[in-house]
């Protein structure tokens, strides 16, 4: 749903203006989530919640007289305390279909990331871990937030392939104790083909940064790659997908912990009338270190598996029922306070 803002009159009629600028053109999204969740994990004592959740997207563009298209966007997302998304670029989208992001662009690694069905619902195991097992592929995307992107109109060298590449440097912000990027370049590509009734989608990337405290690189940085194939035929649908690499997490308090990892992800989902049913597997593992040029020996490592059934209702509103099991390791040995199972059943309406 598009609705022109009347800012620009206001001020006219508020301000006595002669004339000001049109307003930009907004298009509203938004969804409510409501649901209950039973946690069972394998270490603890059996919980339930209710899961009450909603954001509304505003996405705002407006073209210029030589035909370049600006637009951006912001979300505010209620996950029981309110945020506020406002890691979003400025996209300026050409004649010739090429685009250029300015600012919080982002790493192009990410931005071709396959996506690989997965269950449906809210459901998870809580709990504090020291696990750094990954579990998207594209966890060694590293970027700050003044970085560029470029993106290829369609049909970029080939038919059915688009490219990507981007750039972030130093946000000028006072080297501290905590780690953060401080350079980053990414490039990515996405290739979509037919081969009788299916449809196939190939992409991923490779991402390199530079991670520093107190001004002085870490010792093994942040980078990695991720690949993924989607295959549709008619309603079916079927995916896999795979990262490798190293990433960082800082702890506060001046400690940091260097990762190694790698994951894999892997779904199906099957549309049949109303109802779809989606099963995904996520395994990841990796080797830790809070020690600067020290590797971890042992092994954190994440396993899930969760299957959903989702009922169209009427437009725009949905029941889902899902179901999710965890198994993890830290540092070899079981992690039963974050493994485990749970539940889910609610409904979502969205516009």
């Not at 209950?36 to 909603?54: I, L």
Request: hydrophobic share 35%; no cysteine; proline share 1%.
């Amino acid at each position: 749903m598009k609705k022109e803002l009347l800012m620009a009159s206001a001020l006219v009629s508020t301000l006595g203006a002669a004339s000001v600028a049109q307003a930009v053109t907004a298009t509203m999204a938004g969804s409510m989530k409501v649901g209950v969740e039973f946690e069972s994990p394998t270490g603890g004592t059996d919980t339930n919640n209710v899961k009450d959740q909603s954001n509304f997207n505003i996405s705002l563009s407006e073209t210029t007289d030589a035909g370049t298209t600006i637009s951006t966007s912001f979300e505010i997302v209620d996950e029981g305390t309110v945020s506020a998304d406002d890691d979003n670029a400025i996209k300026l989208t050409f004649t010739d279909g090429s685009a250029l992001e300015l600012l919080n662009a982002g790493n192009a690694a990410g931005t071709h990331v396959v996506s690989v069905p997965s269950a449906g619902g809210e459901q998870g195991i809580g709990g504090t871990s020291s696990n750094n097992a990954p579990t998207g592929v594209d966890f060694g995307a590293d970027s700050s937030v003044l970085g560029v992107e470029w993106h290829s109109a369609a049909d970029f060298l080939a038919d059915g392939l688009k490219i990507s590449a981007s750039y972030s440097t130093d946000s000028g912000a006072a080297a501290t104790a905590t780690a953060r990027t401080d350079s980053s370049w990414g490039i990515g590509a996405t290739y979509v083909t037919t081969a009788g009734d299916t449809t196939l989608t190939i992409g991923g990337g490779v991402a390199q940064a530079e991670i520093a405290k107190t001004g002085t690189a870490l010792t093994n940085d942040s980078n990695g790659f991720n690949i993924g194939i989607s295959a549709v035929t008619g309603d079916l649908t079927v995916g896999l997908g795979f990262g490798d690499g190293d990433s960082f997490e800082d702890e506060g308090g001046g400690t940091h912990t260097q990762v190694d990892g790698s994951v894999m992800t892997a779904g199906i989902s099957y549309v049949t009338g109303d109802l779809t049913l989606a099963v995904g597997i996520t395994a990841g593992e990796a080797k830790d270190s809070t020690t600067v040029g020290t590797a971890g020996t042992t092994d954190d490592s994440h396993d899930s598996t969760g299957a959903s059934v989702t009922y169209a209702v009427a437009s725009g509103v949905s029941a889902v029922l899902g179901y999710t099991t965890v198994d993890q390791q830290d540092e070899g040995a079981s992690d039963s306070s974050s493994g485990g199972s749970a539940w889910y059943i609610g409904a979502s309406m969205s516009f």
